[in-house]
């Protein structure tokens, strides 16, 4: 029952990731931001912040196969760190360190501001 959770949950996380960058890329053309990998930053901070949400409740019971499709399935795939490694490169050839600094940096400060967040939240509201 867990592995059919993990893979319904990773299905599910990868169509979002998917989505996420195809909404996104039209909203950015034309703009400052067009050719940066916002999409990526956006999956990796939200998937961060709720996998806090998932991980750092205590207070109530999530049953094991719910926290393993949805945190190893859903967010396992939902989040992009191995795209965010291709895209740090790619942005260090293309356009020079320091707009792949501003990438990297966002993506390592704001995923742990998340993180932060969410634990506060679920201590703040248990």
Known sequence: MIVLGVALGGALGALCRYYASLMLLPALQGTALAGYPLATVLVNVSGSFLLSLLLFQEL??????LRAAVGTGFIGSFTTFSTFEFESDLLIRRDGWGIASTYIFANLLLGYMAILLGRWLVLRFN
């Open 60 to 65: 109530f019971t999530i049953p094991p196969a």
